[in-house]
Structure formats: structure tokens, C-alpha cells
């Protein structure tokens, strides 16, 4: 069926809260007697919308960055790995800060109330912020100066001053540094003439105390910038005097000295000031709001409108500033007489900063401190010898990242760019990484005289400039391409192939829960089911002509797709199971999402809840819902799932009295997926493949005993542990995902 009206008008509406339907009892209601009716007053005497019902979502970001920072505790994880996770928490903090506290702090200073369900006021928000962020950053400094950097020695990888080198390998680093670092530092001396100067976003800087070596009166301050194109780690071999001409690591050193760029460029630091002398230096780093407006409804051209946007979160306001512990006071003093930041904003750091940037140092050849290689399979039914859309007519194919190769995607993608039978192939685009093989094989569609179209989402976070260049490219080759869509971000994984056939035309469809990136797919958990149900594709090529033309479609014939259905659908399998549990009495739903924050969604969790429901949910990131609180939710229970691999799937399943359904998809149960993103989920129609699912995600991360943790009404998280006698399961074991057996 082609209409979407029509077929949306054939399937049963749920009751709104407010009609009749919704608050009649049913005849199973009725016989269940008093207990019902009490359940049914709890039901009307509880203000849902009551803020202490909700976590506050900036709050349960920090404890979720805390989980982080506990596998760089977890001795169980090798030892490079932990400084990779203390990496990602540094990483986290510092987006967290351009985005979140930002805003916050936005918020804060115009003066408006509360915004979040949880009933927080900005101020208190940003004291509560301050206090558990200063207390997980002593944690992170402990770990790196007391735990790991001193284990690293152990393991012969030393983190070493220039000061304590032998003579020889100094010349070395100073030949290094005349050669490939003093040619491009630009030393901005701060005085009447000279302003003090921009200081970009993230960067690593030396404010430098110096004092004229004719005149002990003439004492003048200056900026250093260490350039972000010069690498942080230099290698020298610990037992020889010799090193690699570009000062990288060699697998021949059995024991490495790692020296960073900065302290080399403040041991040289004299060399940059003829006539003066450096009596003091500190080094320091500000984090600026990049969460700037894109004002797409006054631009003509939404390119230009993003290349601009780009360009001013270079200048956005400070909202963090971090000293280098034991920077002289009068220095600080003097960076805080040009720089407007309060007392809360700063932050003395004992480790090195930019720590984020160390994930570099965590991809050196020690196969002994890093994770052992997982097993990866590609099934079948992608080798080249297969008629992959043979097998797609007659069933569906679901693809578990990362156990299961992502070069499967890039094996459809690249197969329907090469076949003569395939007329078009349309394709959208959120982070597809650098180096791409999705782009490689879109252009050499289009050189083959298929009709092309990418959705490129130019409004992706921190990824704009390279989508901008990705979409360029495309459009050099002849690729239709669309850029994003103005007030919606295009989040949706979607790739349509349309393919001429003896028997007519056939579409067939990818549709996944994480973007088109070939990196990130060995390190995220994601979930792409390819299928050519016809009224599947009927929905993404409807929703492939939204995107590129203009229509409103308020309900598709099987997607649930936001802003205009994605809610509704959701909401009404929730009803729905409150119906069946009616009847059955053993209604459930398991939910596993990365965020869950909408408080409209978590109300009617917690009405589906009070009506005796089981919900379970698995939540790797923020989670504003309570569970476990008496009349409202204690029939819900959260856990988080952090381990090797970041859990990026969202599945919505729901028992329905035994007659199961499952979506999988692109959306969280958050307001930006929900009413500001073009998302999509899609029902998963092979009870096959739901079996698989729920056996090998949803069971196995509800019965994890190695990487869960648990939240209780408090907002506390608890992480799981085996019961006594039982052996830790871990969800994220490889060999448990191949075969299904749990070790």
C-alpha cells in the first residue's frame, strides 16, 4: 500500500491520557477487585510531573563521565588501555564543558529559571557541577601521577623530563626543536603596543614571566602557543643514545622515553627571547562555548550558513580555564587580569594538560598492555561469490558491530555502486570519518551513470568542516547532494538501493543505529539490518524525497520516524504493553538507549510502571528517569553498560502477551532525537532476528556482571558484581557473541 494516511488509519489509535478510553477499566480491571482500584489511586495521586520524579541530566552526565574514569581504575584493564579510558574521561570533560556547561552557564547569567523537569536552577546546577568535577579531576591526577605513570615505568615506557636526559640525547632534542619547532612558534609579547591575545579554544599555552637582561626593572610578559601541528610525543630509546630522524616510536625499543613537546619548548624557551631572560613560566588552557546558534532560517545558503558558524565558535565566551598546578601567583594574576572568569571557572591541574590528546600514546606497538584482538566474522552471505540480493529477497540480514565486520555495509554500498542492474542509490551521511570508502564508492556510482544522492549532514558536532569537505567532493563528482535539512539535523542511517530487475523494479534498504564510519565501527556496538520489505523501502524512499524536496508524511507504514512519528509510535507500544499486562498480566518492556531524558517519555514509562509493567532499561549515558521510587517507578530498573567497547544500539522491545515486537534505530528517548532531528526506527520483523537480539544484547547486558552498573532512586550508580560462586559474565565477550555461550 502507497498511502500512508491510509494505512496509519487501519491500525488501532492508543488512547490519549485524557480520553475516556484511557481511564475506563477494562472487564479483566475489573475483576481483579481492590488491588487494581488501589493501584488505579496511586496512579492519580502522584504528580508526575513532581521535579524530585527526575535526575538532573547535567549531573548524571558526571556520574556517567565517573564510570569512565572507573575502567582507568579497573586493574583488570591493561595498562595502555586504562591511560586510553583516562584519555576519553578528559575528552568527555572537555566537550562537556564547550556544550553542556555552557550552556548552563548561558542560562545562568540571563537569568532564567529552571529548565529541566528536575526543577534545578541554573546556579545550583553550576555549584554541584563544580563540586563533582574538581573531586573526579583530583581522582583522574591521582590515578596518572600515583597509579599508571609509574606502572608504565615498570613496563618500560617512561615518561621523562628533558631536564634528566644525558647529554647526547639533549643535543638531539635540541637539534629537534631548532629544526621543527622553533621555525613556527610565534612567542606575543603582552605591553601597551601589543593587546593580549585570543587564546583559541582547547589550545596549550605558556604564559612566560621575562626580565631584560640590561634592566632588572623592565619585567614584561608574554603568550606562547604550542603549535597543534606538531606531535605531543617524542620517543628516544632508553638504552641507546641513537633515535628515529622524526623522533617517533620504533618497535625495537625495549624501553622508551617519552618526552612531550611542551617541556622541550619550555626548556628552549630562552632561545625565543634575545636580550631577556625567562624567570618563570606556567602553562595553562581555556575551553570556550561551542555551542554557538546556526541562523538557518535567515540564511540563504545553509553551506555558507555553517562554514560561518564554524568560524565564530572560534570566539565564543571562556567557560573554563585550567592552570597548570604550581603556576606562580603572579602570573595567574596576571592571566586573570585579562582573561574574565570566575572563581568557579578555573580549575589548577596537576597533570599534564590536554591530556585528552594522549590517546596517541596509547597506539604504540605493546601488544602487551593493550586489549588481545577480538575475533571478528563477516557472514556468509557478504562474500563476493554470493548473490547478496538473491538472499535479501528472501530474508532479512542483521549485522552486529563491531563482531560483526563492518565491510559488510561497505560490501552493499560498494556492490550496488558496481552493478549494472542498481539505477540509484541514495545515501545519508551524519560522521562518516576520514578516508571514507562509503564516499570512494558513491563517486564511483556516479562515474558509472547511477543517478547518486547524499544527505549530508553538515550540522554534525565537531565534524562540520570535514562533512563540508566530504560533500564537496561528492559534488565535484556529480553526486546530488543535499546539505542537511534547515531546522532539523539529519540523523537518521539510512542507504536505499534501487535496482532494475526482470521482474521490475526492487528496493532494498540499510538501515542502522550508527553512523557510516568504518573507525568508529570497530569500537561501537551498532546494530544494521538490511531488508527490501517492500513497504520499509516504500517508507525510506518517501522519507529519502521529504529530505531532498519538501512533504509533510505524519505517519509512515512501518518507520517510526521523528519529529512527526517517532514519539507517537513509541508511546503507543507503551500504552499497548499497559493493555496487555491488563490482560496477561506479565507485561514487559526492555529499553537500550544511549540517553533517556525526555520527560514526557519517562512519564509514561513511569505510568506504565504504576500500572505493574516490567521495564528494564539499559542506559549507557545520561538517564534522568528514578527508578525504583514507591508508587511511580519500582517496577523500572537501570543499568549502564561501560566496557571496551562504547554501547551504541538502541533497541525498543516490548512482550505484547507474547506476541513480541522490537525497533531498532538511530533514536535516543531525548527531546533533540524526539522533536529536533529527522531519526528513524524500524520494526525487526524476523522473529529470528529478534531472537538473536534479545539473546546476545538485550539478556546478556541485563545479566552483565563485568562492565553493568546499576542506579538506584538516589541517582547513585553501583556496579554489578556476581553473586557468590557465580563467574563474572562480561556481554562485550567476543567469543560469547560468535557462539552464544557465556564464559
Known amino acids: 500500500m502507497e498511502n500512508n494516511e491510509t494505512v496509519a488509519a487501519v491500525e488501532p489509535a492508543a488512547p490519549t491520557p485524557n480520553s475516556a478510553e484511557a481511564t475506563k477499566p477494562a472487564k479483566s480491571d475489573r475483576a481483579r477487585g481492590v488491588k487494581e482500584r488501589k493501584e488505579s489511586a496511586v496512579e492519580t495521586t502522584i504528580d508526575l510531573n513532581d521535579p524530585k520524579y527526575y535526575l538532573n541530566r547535567e549531573i548524571n552526565w558526571i556520574d556517567f563521565n565517573e564510570k569512565v574514569l572507573s575502567e582507568a581504575e579497573d586493574p583488570r584493564v591493561p595498562l595502555l588501555e586504562r591511560v586510553k579510558f583516562l584519555s576519553i574521561f578528559w575528552n568527555n570533560l572537555d566537550e562537556f564543558f564547550m556544550v553542556r556547561v555552557a550552556n548552563v552557564f548561558r542560562q545562568e547569567q540571563t537569568g532564567v529559571a529552571a529548565t529541566g523537569a528536575d526543577g534545578i536552577p541554573p546556579r545550583r546546577q553550576l555549584t554541584i557541577i563544580r563540586q563533582k568535577v574538581s573531586t573526579l579531576v583530583d581522582r583522574a591526577e591521582d590515578l596518572w601521577l600515583k597509579t599508571l605513570q609509574p606502572a608504565l615505568r ?7 623530563k628533558f631536564a634528566t636526559l644525558g647529554g647526547k640525547k639533549r643535543q638531539k632534542l635540541e637539534a629537534w626543536f631548532e629544526q621543527n619547532i622553533y621555525p613556527v612558534l610565534t612567542p606575543q609579547v603582552v605591553d601597551s603596543g601589543h593587546p593580549f591575545p585570543w587564546i583559541s579554544n582547547t589550545s596549550l599555552n605558556f604564559l612566560i614571566e621575562l626580565v631584560s637582561e640590561t634592566d632588572e626593572e623592565d619585567v614584561r610578559y608574554a603568550r606562547l602557543k604550542c ?3 606538531i606531535q605531543r610525543f617524542l620517543f628516544l630509546s632508553k638504552d641507546l643514545d641513537e633515535a628515529a630522524p622524526d623522533l617517533s616510536f620504533q618497535s625495537s625499543y625495549k624501553n622508551v622515553q617519552v618526552i612531550l613537546t611542551e617541556d622541550l619548548i619550555g626548556e628552549c624557551l630562552g632561545r625565543l ?3 631577556f631572560r625567562v624567570t618563570s613560566y606556567g602553562l595553562f588552557r581555556i575551553t570556550r562555548n561551542t555551542d554557538a546558534e546556526i541562523e538557518e532560517d535567515e540564511a540563504d545558503d545553509l553551506l555558507e550558513a555553517v562554514r560561518d558558524y564554524v568560524e565564530q565558535r572560534r570566539f565564543g565566551a571562556p567557560v573554563r580555564l585550567e592552570l597548570e598546578r604550581g603556576m606562580p601567583v603572579r602570573l595567574q594574576n596576571f592571566l586573570l587580569d585579562h582573561i574574565d572568569m570566575k572563581p568557579g571557572q578555573i580549575y589548577k591541574v596537576s597533570g599534564p594538560l590536554a591530556f585528552s590528546e594522549f590517546m596517541d600514546l596509547c597506539f604504540i606497538d605493546r601488544p602487551s598492555l593493550q586489549y588481545v584482538p577480538d575475533r571478528m566474522t563477516s557472514p556468509e552471505v557478504f562474500d563476493p561469490e554470493n548473490d547478496l540480493f538473491a538472499t535479501l529477497r528472501e530474508r532479512d540480514v542483521l549485522l552486529f558491530h563491531p563482531y560483526e565486520k563492518f565491510t559488510g555495509v561497505l560490501s552493499f554500498i560498494d556492490r550496488a555502486a558496481r552493478d549494472p542492474k542498481v539505477v540509484a542509490i541514495k545515501q545519508t551521511l551524519y ?3 576520514s578516508n571514507s570508502p562509503i564516499i570512494k564508492s558513491l563517486i564511483e556510482a556516479r562515474r558509472r551513470g547511477k543517478q547518486v544522492t547524499a544527505v549530508v549532514e553538515l550540522k554534525a558536532r565537531f565534524d562540520e568542516e570535514r562533512n563540508i569537505n566530504w560533500a564537496e567532493a561528492l559534488e565535484r563528482s556529480g553526486v546530488n547532494v543535499v546539505y542537511g535539512f534547515v531546522g532539523l539535523k539529519v540523523h537518521a542511517k539510512l542507504c536505499l538501493v534501487v535496482r532494475r530487475e526482470a521482474t521490475g523494479i526492487r528496493r532494498y534498504v540499510h538501515i542502522g543505529t550508527g553512523n557510516y564510519n568504518a573507525l568508529s565501527a570497530t569500537i561501537y556496538t551498532d546494530l544494521g539490518l538490511f531488508t527490501s520489505n517492500e513497504e520499509i523501502c516504500a517508507d525510506v524512499t518517501d522519507l529519502f524525497n521529504v529530505m531532498t524536496g519538501c512533504g509533510i508524511i505524519k505517519r509512515y507504514r512501518q518507520l517510526g520516524v521523528s519529529p512527526l512519528s517517532l514519539r507517537t509510535r513509541l508511546v503507543e507500544m507503551i500504552r499497548r504493553e499497559v493493555e496487555a499486562h491488563r490482560e496477561t498480566g506479565d507485561g514487559h518492556i526492555i529499553i537500550k538507549c544511549n540517553q533517556l531524558a525526555d520527560d514526557e517519555m ?39 553498560i561501560v566496557g571496551r567497547y562504547l554501547e551504541h544500539a538502541r533497541v525498543y522491545w516490548f512482550k505484547h502477551g507474547g506476541d513480541d515486537c522490537m525497533w531498532i534505530g538511530s533514536a535516543d528517548m531525548m527531546k533533540r532525537n524526539l522533536n529536533g532531528r529527522i531519526e528513524v526506527i524500524t520494526p525487526v520483523h524476523d522473529p529470528r532476528l529478534r531472537e538473536r537480539i534479545t539473546k546476545m544484547i538485550l539478556d546478556a547486558q541485563l545479566a552483565d556482571t ?13 556496579r554489578v558484581r556476581p553473586k557468590k560462586g557465580e563467574a563474572v559474565f562480561d556481554s562485550q565477550n567476543a567469543e560469547f557473541q560468535h557462539k552464544g555461550v557465556r564464559k
Open 154 to 160: 615498570e613496563k618500560g615506557v617512561v615518561i621523562t
Open 227 to 229: 603549535p597543534n601541528n
Open 273 to 275: 627571547f634575545p636580550g
Open 431 to 433: 560522521r562518516c570519518g
Open 602 to 640: 519517562i512519564r509514561e514509562l513511569y505510568r506504565a510502571s504504576q500500572a505493574g509493567v516490567k521495564i528494564e532499561c539499559v542506559v549507557r549515558g545520561v538517564c534522568c528517569l528514578r527508578p525504583g521510587v514507591p508508587g511511580v517507578s519500582e517496577n523500572i530498573t537501570v543499568r549502564s
Open 706 to 718: 563485568r562492565g553493568a552498573w546499576s542506579l538506584d532512586a538516589d541517582g547513585k550508580y553501583t
